[in-house]
């Protein structure tokens, strides 16, 4: 919980998606989200939990790849490899799983930690 609050690089991963934008052929979504906490690497194996999403239930829980990531410099995206804490993302391949807002953690982390 110390990284959390510190925003470590090096803690566990913990990322709160807050916004989605369109691609410009509007087929898919890119997910904006701030990294709280870790560094995200693409294509991290992540799991989603959507806002309806309550401890114990499988109800709004997800687990997909984020295959590409970008941070925002005006208005263009660059591709990076990695993000770490504090800072911006803009996440690829994860926007069937986002309604509208999410908390994202890597997938192999322990339920409740």
């Not at 989605?20 to 904006?32: A, E, I, P």
Request: hydrophobic share 35%; net charge positive.
């Amino acid at each position: 919980m110390d990284s959390i609050k510190r925003g470590q690089a090096d803690g566990p991963l913990l990322i709160n998606a807050v916004k989605m934008y369109h691609s410009k052929d509007y087929k898919n979504f890119y997910v904006l989200g701030r990294v709280l906490s870790g560094t995200l690497k693409k294509n991290d194996k992540l799991r989603i939990m959507g806002e309806n999403y309550m401890a114990g239930d499988e109800e709004d829980l997800f687990v997909r790849n984020a295959t590409k990531l970008y941070i925002m410099q005006g208005r263009y995206r660059i591709e990076v490899n990695s993000v770490s804490a504090g800072n911006f993302v803009l996440m690829e391949g994860i926007d069937q799983a986002v309604s509208k807002t999410a908390t994202i953690t890597h997938a192999d982390l322990p339920q409740g930690t």
